[in-house]
Antibody
Framework: QVQLVESGGGLVKPGGSLRLSCAAS????????MSWIRQAPGKGLEWVSY????????NYADSVKGRFTISRDNVKSSLYLHMNTLRAEDTAIYYC???????????WGQGTLVTVSS | QSALTQPASVSGSPGQSITISCTGT?????????VSWYQQHPGKAPKLLIY???NRPSGVSNRFSGSKSGNTASLTISGLQAEDESDYYC??????????FGGGTKLTVL
């Protein structure tokens, strides 16, 4: 069965960096687009970034553009989110999601919590 | 990209039908048939309920249905059940090659 397992979250100081990982199993990872979505405590969902199946195409929400980088390793069936210059407003649960393209997310991981605080 | 507009809350009694609206622009909902709906129970990951405006993934109850008119999409839940009490989010593909979500709607089953 399809499984997505995020890791790498934790407490980081403002201005710091963090790398999130999403390990995929149960499907042919290299065939699917993948996205990162976040949810601040008590708030709604916010799309963060997507990667095409080959990694050639990517895009980012304006709120993270220039600070976050999405990447993937199709051999390891893993998706990554490199987060730099973190701000308090980046505090959220970060989910990875599998997409047909970008327009739908049919499977989600359980999320990993990132807290940006001094 | 501004968030899509959803009502903050809706409520209904068991057995009734409710509809949640999701309003965007011609650059997202109005421009593409790529509207999805997600259900999220507290402390859980979202679950896909509807995709491509009105399609249900395998395993999703036919009590859930979706539609779209112009820049507004709607999710209807018929035969409301206690387990439907949850948060619901719409999303749409956008002309900026991005995804935008609605602010979410809390459904209370009375």
């Amino acid at each position: 069965q399809v499984q997505l397992v995020e890791s790498g979250g934790g407490l980081v100081k403002p201005g710091g960096s963090l790398r999130l990982s999403c390990a995929a199993s149960g499907f042919s990872f290299s065939d699917y687009y993948m996205s990162w979505i976040r949810q601040a405590p008590g708030k709604g969902l916010e799309w963060v970034s997507y990667s095409s199946n080959s990694g050639s195409y990517r895009n980012y929400a304006d709120s993270v553009k220039g600070r976050f980088t999405i990447s993937r390793d199709n051999v390891k069936s893993s998706l990554y989110l490199h987060m730099n210059t973190l701000r308090a407003e980046d505090t959220a649960i970060y989910y990875c999601g599998r997409g047909r393209f970008l327009e739908l997310l049919d499977y989600w991981g359980q999320g990993t919590l990132v807290t940006v605080s001094s | 990209q501004s968030a899509l507009t959803q009502p903050a809350s809706v409520s209904g009694s068991p057995g009734q039908s409710i509809t949640i609206s999701c309003t965007g622009t011609s650059s997202d909902i109005g421009g593409y048939n790529y509207v999805s709906w997600y259900q999220q129970h507290p402390g859980k990951a979202p679950k896909l309920l509807i995709y491509d405006v009105s399609n249900r993934p395998s395993g999703v109850s036919n009590r859930f249905s979706g539609s779209k008119s112009g820049n507004t999409a709607s999710l209807t839940i018929s035969g409301l059940q206690a387990e439907d009490e949850s948060d619901y989010y719409c999303s749409s593909y956008t002309s900026s090659t991005s995804l935008v979500f609605g602010g979410g709607t809390k459904l209370t089953v009375l």
